[in-house]
């Protein structure tokens, strides 16, 4: 195998693996806001949970797919460190983008399903 085709495969496992890494943290630790939000409905948190990282890993992993062929395509070492390095970096752009996309998400949800918890105001108290 060329040079080229070993840091391609090096690009798509880390990429792959830092995906993973992220959507597993993001289910694991999202429930709590998404509970709240559907005022401890677990059977709806788990179903919305599930569906953002079906969601979160076709964006990310088609991104890094697609990624993949943009650019000068590296021959030797040093090109392919620089390559890696890029694409690395604007991944982790790319999953840091999501991350807080969703939690913007998730806020709002908890936000919104707080204030169908709360006791409408009382009139002339």
Do not use: C, Q
Not at 6 to 27: E, G, K, N
Not at 88 to 95: K, M, Q, R, S, W
Request: a positive charge; aromatic letters at 14%.
């Amino acid at each position: 195998m060329t040079t080229a085709v070993w840091i391609y495969i090096f690009y798509t496992v880390v990429s792959i693996a830092m995906t993973i890494w992220v959507a597993r943290t993001l289910y694991k630790n999202g429930r709590i806001f998404l509970l709240e939000a559907f005022g401890n409905n677990e059977e709806m948190a788990d179903s919305v949970n599930h569906l953002l990282v079906v969601g979160f890993y076709l964006i990310n992993l088609g991104f890094i797919l697609i990624f993949l062929h943009l650019g000068t395509k590296p021959t030797t070492i040093v090109e392919g460190i620089e390559y890696v390095s890029t694409k690395i970096g604007i991944v982790l752009l790319a999953l840091g983008g999501m991350h807080f996309f969703n939690m913007f998400n998730f806020d709002r949800m908890r936000k919104k399903g707080r204030r169908r918890l709360e006791s409408p105001p009382v009139l002339g108290t």
